[in-house]
C-alpha cells in the first residue's frame, strides 16, 4: 500500500523561504506524478504544483509560479517543494499527492481530487505578516 509522508512545515515570517518534502513508500516511485495541494479554512484544497516521474517536467499554479520549485529525487523516492518569497497568502495545511494514471497531470492541474489516488496527512505552514 502507497504510503506519503510529508516532512513537517513551520511558522515563517513573510519574505522567507520554506521546503517540504514528501517521501513515498509502497510503490515504485518513478512511476507517479507527485504534487502538492493545500488548503486553508473555509477554502477548498487548490492545486500548487506537481511533476513528472521523470522529474523534467512541472507545473505551478498562477499564485506560487516563480515562487516556488518543485523537484523531485527518484533515488530517494522524495520529492519537494521549494517555497521562496512566502506570503500570509501562502498559509494552509500542505497536502502531498501521487497518481499512477496517465490523467495525472491533468487531475493535479484541474483540481481533480477524486480522481487522485494518494494522498499525504498534510502540513501546516504560517507565514506572519
Known amino acids: 500500500q502507497v504510503q506519503l509522508v510529508e516532512s513537517e512545515g513551520g511558522l515563517v515570517q513573510t519574505g522567507e523561504s520554506l521546503r517540504l518534502s514528501c517521501s513515498l513508500s509502497?510503490?515504485?516511485?518513478?512511476?507517479?506524478?507527485v504534487g502538492w495541494f493545500r488548503q486553508s479554512p473555509g477554502k477548498e484544497r487548490e492545486f500548487v504544483a506537481a511533476i513528472g516521474g521523470s522529474g523534467t517536467s512541472a507545473y505551478y499554479s498562477d499564485s506560487v509560479r516563480g515562487r516556488f520549485t518543485i523537484s523531485r529525487n527518484n533515488a530517494a523516492n522524495t520529492a519537494y517543494l521549494q517555497m521562496n518569497s512566502l506570503k500570509p497568502e501562502d498559509t494552509a495545511v500542505y497536502y502531498c499527492?501521487?497518481?499512477?494514471?496517465?490523467?495525472?497531470?491533468?487531475?493535479?492541474?484541474?483540481?481533480?481530487?477524486?480522481?487522485?489516488?494518494?494522498w499525504g496527512h498534510g502540513t501546516q505552514v504560517t507565514v506572519s505578516s
Open positions: 499527492a501521487a497518481d499512477l494514471s496517465s490523467r495525472a497531470i491533468m487531475y493535479f492541474i484541474e483540481g481533480h481530487i477524486n480522481q487522485i489516488g494518494n
Open positions: 509502497g510503490g515504485a516511485f518513478r512511476a507517479y506524478v
